[in-house]
T-cell receptor, first 110, second 114 residues
Framework: GEDVEQSLFLSVREGDSSVINCTYTDSSSTYLYWYKQEPGAGLQLLTYIFSNMDMKQDQRLTVLLNKKDKHLSLRIADTQTGDSAIYFC??????????FGKGNQVVVIP | DTEVTQTPKHLVMGMTNKKSLKCEQH?????MYWYKQKAKKPPELMFV???????INESVPSRFSPECPNSSLLNLHLHALQPEDSALYLC?????????????FGDGTRLSIL
């Protein structure tokens, strides 16, 4: 499968912004996703971006895509305690096969 | 209704038991998936069903047997499992297998093998 690289851990104070970064390898990916997994739960589709877009904003979430560098980032504004979770950067490999990054654990400090 | 429902939430079984995991969605999705997730790891694809037919089997041992009785239901039958099969089993669905529409996941079944 494709390699999706993520940093592993981020600690952030409540109310600050969080930025999670990811690099991917398949330039032909149509969609790039961010999934959130809270402790003991399944994966929640947080947001996604089409590969022909540079940016997508959805309330407190901003996704930036740099296709030249194959770099994807997720910014969470005004981080809340409910944002504590593991965040997976995911690309599509072909058909609808997903390639997951290792995940980035975000811990929000009150 | 954007839910994928999995039952049971937790399952403890011995290595000689037979049990089944169930997954249900009513979004009209025609692709359904089983994933296995070990602690602190991303999910790993096990099976893909497309229009109720098995499309992908990622070399999963035969002690895991999937079944898709209809377009809304997906089962995973378990028999003679090993301790290393203890994991979170996630079901997902998407509109279809080829159009790269997002996959929606259930909350999983946490399986422990004694």
């Amino acid at each position: 499968g494709e390699d999706v690289e993520q940093s592993l851990f981020l600690s952030v104070r409540e109310g600050d912004s969080s930025v999670i970064n990811c690099t991917y390898t398949d330039s032909s990916s149509t969609y790039l996703y961010w999934y959130k997994q809270e402790p003991g739960a399944g994966l929640q589709l947080l947001t996604y971006i089409f590969s022909n877009m540079d940016m997508k904003q959805d309330q407190r979430l901003t996704v930036l895509l740099n296709k030249k560098d194959k770099h994807l980032s997720l910014r969470i504004a005004d981080t809340q305690t409910g944002d504590s979770a593991i965040y997976f950067c995911v690309e599509t490999e072909g058909n609808n096969r997903l390639a997951f990054g290792k995940g980035n654990q975000v811990v929000v400090i009150p | 209704d954007t839910e994928v429902t999995q039952t049971p939430k937790h399952l403890v079984m011995g290595m000689t038991n037979k049990k089944s995991l169930k997954c249900e969605q009513h979004m009209g999705h025609r692709a359904m998936y089983w994933y296995k997730q070990k602690a602190k790891k991303p999910p790993e694809l096990m099976f893909v069903y497309s229009y109720e037919k098995l499309s992908i089997n990622e070399s999963v041992p035969s002690r895991f047997s999937p079944e898709c009785p209809n377009s809304s239901l997906l089962n995973l039958h378990l028999h003679a499992l090993q301790p290393e099969d203890s994991a979170l089993y996630l079901c997902a669905s998407s509109l279809d297998w080829v159009s790269n529409q997002p996959q929606h996941f259930g909350d999983g079944t946490r399986l422990s093998i004694l």
